[in-house]
């Protein structure tokens, strides 16, 4: 019995001490169980051996966390940039203004000013900048639109005026009726349409009318024939041109394309009368020429 209970002792000492070993394995590897585990990691200090132990994070630790956590998302954002939706709707409103632009200048209307602020549209829309790209747009888009509705308006009023003076008598009731729809087309600030009205109804009663260059809304000349003797500042002197000998530097500016000297005139040529001038424009334009 005594044996027995020897032998049984010497295998539980046996047994130990395998154990023993196995902890201790070379390579530092652990065999002890994943609660002993858990255990031994709850005594690391931290936030989170904090959590594991039932303890709470203070509202300052909270926010601090949060904030270290965010701050690398934070740095790594790029510029706003525009979408492609607004950017394909800019290059939209650029092509729209450009083409006014054309139309303008088929009908010698040079636009420097607009043309300028399209290309710096452009450079918006490459620049990912949709809202600036429009903004400029919309400014050159307003500003040949302006000039090309003094055009029409003054052509829509000088055939309205020969056929008031000249043909009213001649004219059917329908002709007349028509010739009240351009007229009231004109006061509503529709010069387009108004000029196409009347256009038609010229055809009809005065196909062979010959008119002088079309003059703007207010009376003002659009286009002016220089003739022998002319100069620019003799020109802008002109009552029906700007009244101001000194405001030469803005026909020059918007005829570069005709005239190479400011004191070489071409008689015959036709030169353009630009009628939306800014203030700051005629401030430069008064400056230069003093």
């Given at each position: 019995m005594r044996s027995v209970e020897k032998t049984g002792l010497w295998l539980a000492l046996m047994l130990t001490g395998v154990l023993a070993g196995c902890a201790s394995m070379p390579g530092g590897e652990s065999v002890l169980e994943p609660e002993s585990q858990a255990a031994e990691g709850r005594s690391a200090t931290g936030p989170e051996s904090m959590a594991a132990e039932g303890e709470s994070a203070t509202p300052a630790e909270d926010d601090a966390?949060?904030?270290?956590?965010?701050?690398?998302?934070?740095a790594s954002v790029p510029a706003p940039r525009s979408s492609t939706l607004a950017l394909a709707e800019a290059r939209g409103d650029i092509d729209a203004a450009m083409a006014d632009v054309r139309m303008a200048e088929a009908r010698g209307m040079p636009q420097?000013?607009?043309?300028?602020?399209?290309?710096?549209?452009?450079?918006?829309?490459?620049?990912?900048?949709?809202?600036q790209a429009r903004k400029l747009a919309g400014e050159a888009g307003t500003r040949?639109?302006?000039?090309?509705?003094?055009?029409?308006?003054?052509?829509?009023?000088?055939?309205?005026?020969?056929?008031?003076?000249?043909?009213?008598g001649k004219m059917s009731s329908t002709q007349?009726?028509?010739?009240?729809?351009?007229?009231?087309?004109?006061?509503?600030?529709q010069s387009e349409v108004a000029l196409m009205l009347v256009s038609a109804l010229v055809g009809e009663v005065a196909p062979d009318a010959v008119f002088k260059p079309p003059v703007t809304s207010d009376g003002k000349l659009a286009q002016v024939t220089v003739r022998e003797g002319d100069t620019l500042s003799a020109i802008t002197a002109r009552a029906e041109v700007y009244g101001n000998a000194d405001l030469w530097p803005l026909l020059l500016k918007a005829n570069r394309d005709k005239l190479q000297r400011v004191d070489e005139v071409p008689v015959g040529i036709e030169l353009v009368i630009p009628r939306n001038a800014s203030q700051e424009e005629i401030k430069e334009a008064l400056a230069q020429a003093r």
């Open positions: 966390a949060e904030a270290l956590a965010e701050a690398p998302a934070a420097p000013e607009a043309k300028a602020r399209l290309q710096q549209a452009r450079e918006a829309v490459d620049a990912g900048d949709a809202t040949v639109r302006a000039a090309l509705n003094d055009r029409y308006a003054g052509m829509a009023q000088q055939r309205i005026a020969l056929l008031r003076d000249e043909y009213s007349r009726m028509r010739l009240d729809s351009a007229e009231s087309a004109l006061k509503a600030g």
